[in-house]
């Protein structure tokens, strides 16, 4: 069974750009979290699809996050416009129901200078 | 608000020295408590879900323990390839926010052979 895909593993961008993050869940699974690591800080919840909906993005920080679930299937955070304090690990994890192991992928790591 | 702290920040151990993590929480309905462990560039990887107090789960080295305000794990006899961070997390679920995951800050383990 192929896992939680994100892509870019790494990116770089300078204050002010756009940045789209894909995460690729795995097949089936109709819930499907984002969450971020800042510097020195604990993993924290962005948000919370289930299938195509919205069912929960209250850890959102504001309206420069933009975040989509095309067709329930892969799911687009779009950041525009960057700022420094973006910057960190952005995870994306999957699961068939909640409650359970979900199952992380290996992040996107944001730089933003 | 719902908070999750882990004990040490930072653990060395020698191979084959058993010791125990803490992860001591207060949240409001509680569904289930996580551990996880994570390597370095890699997303959390699971281990065990608890679900209420005097459960016990185990897996090789490992033993997760949950009382009512607090989890361990327990490490018997590590070995170096056990060395990872060591994240607890616990869920919750109520209103629209459910499967919503709120964790500590992760305790760094490292065994030397």
């Known amino acids: 069974e192929a896992g939680v895909t994100q892509f870019p593993s790494h990116s770089v961008i300078e204050k002010g750009q756009t940045v789209t993050l894909r995460c690729d869940p795995i097949s089936g699974h109709d819930n499907l979290y984002w969450y971020r690591r800042v510097m020195g800080k604990e993993i924290k919840f962005l948000l919370h699809f289930v299938k195509e909906s919205k069912q929960d993005e209250s850890g959102m920080p504001n309206n420069r996050f933009l975040a989509e679930r095309t067709g329930g299937t892969y799911s687009t955070l779009k950041v525009q416009p960057a700022e420094l304090e973006d910057s960190g690990v952005y995870f994306c994890a999957s699961s068939q129901n909640w409650g359970y192991g979900y199952t992380f992928g290996s992040g996107t790591r944001l730089t933003v200078v | ?113």
């Open chain 2, 1 to 113: 608000e719902d908070q999750v702290t882990q004990s040490p920040e930072a653990l060395r151990l020698q191979e084959g020295e058993s010791s125990s993590l803490n992860c001591s929480y207060t949240v409001s309905g509680l569904r289930g408590l996580f551990w996880y462990r994570q390597d370095p560039g890699k997303g959390p990887e699971f281990l065990f879900t608890l679900y209420s107090a005097g459960e016990e789960k185990e897996k090789e080295r490992l033993k997760a323990t949950l009382t009512k305000k607090e989890s361990f794990l327990h490490i018997t006899a590590p070995k170096p390839e056990d060395s990872a961070t060591y994240l607890c997390a616990v869920y919750h679920a109520g209103g629209t926010s459910y499967g919503k995951l709120t964790f500590g800050q992760g305790t760094i383990l490292t065994v030397h052979p």
